[in-house]
Structure formats: C-alpha cells, structure tokens
C-alpha cells in the first residue's frame, strides 16, 4: 500500500487555467507538506499543516493555496497558473512537526505549463 | 540561515567501485538533523538516513555508510561497491530540531551514475 500517494502523477495544462494536486497519506502522521522541485533539481519547502493547521508558508505567490480538510489529506491548489509554475510538486509527511522527524514522500506530481 | 552544499553536481562511476558524495552544511544551532535522500531516475524521493547532531557514530547500512564529523561540518555519503541500480540524484539535508515543522533544506544534489 502506498503510504504518501499524489494525484495525479502528471499534470500538463495551458497559462491561466486553475489545477489542483491532490494528496493523502495513510500512516497516521500529524504533519503534511509541499515542496516545489524545479528543473535543476533544487527541493524547497512551500506550506506545511499539522493537524488542519498552517504551521509553515515561505514565500509562494498566493496563486498557490493549499487546503487541509484532515490530517491525513493536503491539497494544493494553484489559480493563473505561469509558465514558472513548471515544475515537480512533492507532498510528504511526518509524525510530528518537530525537526528531528524523518520525511516520507509522495512520488511528485510534474506539471507542465503550456 | 542554514544552508547545505553538495559541491559534487556529477559522479560517473564504473560499476563496483567505491564512491564518496559529499555534503557540507552551515548551521547556527547546536541541535539539529542531518538527512540523505535517494531519488531515482523513477522521481520517487526515498529516505535513507537521519543522523542528530550529538550522535557522530558513523553509520553502515549494507553497501551505504555515512560518515558525519562536526568539526567540519561535514556528512559524506559512500557507497562502496557501487551498483547501477545506485545510479540516481542524492541529497543531504539539514533541519533544525525545534522549528515548527519539519523544514528541510536540501542541497542541490548529486547525480550519481553508475555504469556497467
């Protein structure tokens, strides 16, 4: 059974159209996150929740909301989307929210703004 | 700020030779976690190791050992007997113990490649 799953797995679309990933994990972790891959590989954190809440939101345009209806699911959702939008999305999770916790990840979610 | 650096952006390797990836990082506090994470060509990120900064016992794990010195600031990675499976992008990371949050900081990765 997969523990971190995204949906869905690519995601090709035009400028300006509003998209959604989801995500759930089914291991009973109290913390979720998304992070941005882009094409040089480079990982950056963007939200994270714990229990519903938002505890982490650096600095991402707020085209990008992400949602937590419970803590075993966080969605992202992006309006207007660019063309630097491109890039793989990663949801991951952890037992807790403190720093000495492992992340596990989902398999990344590639989308492709045309 | 934190920050890790993995000066080694390619590794080419033949198969069954040993490989070291490097890993340096800055960070201002005293308690912390340091990561490697494995990404094959498949895009998955897979966990491989965590390691807090009071415990610089290195670490083996089959054909994987770690070796983590404070003094500078290092946590190499390396692979010995090197496989073409192992051909992927390694990155180490580093989070602060205490922070809301998980927050990792990845360095840029190591694309390791593993030829037969």
């Known amino acids: 059974d997969t523990a971190v799953s995204q949906t869905p797995k690519y995601l090709v679309t035009q400028m300006g159209n509003d998209k959604s990933i989801k995500c759930e994990q089914n291991l009973g972790h109290d913390t979720m996150y998304w992070y941005k891959q882009d094409s040089k590989k480079f990982l950056k954190i963007m939200f994270s929740y714990n229990n519903k809440e938002l505890i982490i939101n650096e600095t991402v345009p707020n085209r990008f909301s992400p949602k937590s209806p419970d803590k075993a699911h966080l969605n992202l959702h992006i309006n207007s989307l660019e063309l630097g939008d491109s890039a793989v999305y990663f949801c991951?999770?952890?037992?807790?929210?403190?720093?000495?916790?492992?992340?596990?990840f989902g398999s990344g979610t590639q989308l492709s703004v045309l | 700020a934190q920050k890790v650096t993995q000066a080694q952006t390619e590794i080419s390797v033949v198969e069954k030779e040993d490989v070291t990836l490097d890993c340096v990082y800055e960070t201002r506090d005293t308690t912390y976690y340091l990561f490697w994470y494995k990404q094959p060509p498949s895009g998955e990120l897979v966990f491989l190791i965590r390691r807090n900064s009071f415990d610089e016992q290195n670490e083996i794990s089959g054909r994987y050992s770690w070796n983590f010195q404070k003094s500078t600031s290092s946590f190499n990675f390396t692979i010995t007997a090197s496989q073409v499976v192992d051909s992927a992008v390694y990155f180490c990371?580093?989070?602060?113990?205490?922070?809301?949050?998980?927050?990792?900081?990845f360095g840029e990765g190591t694309q390791l490649t593993v030829n037969p």
């Open positions: 990371a580093l989070s602060e113990y205490g922070t809301s949050g998980s927050r990792l900081t």
């Open positions: 991951a999770s952890s037992p807790m929210s403190r720093g000495s916790v492992s992340l596990f």
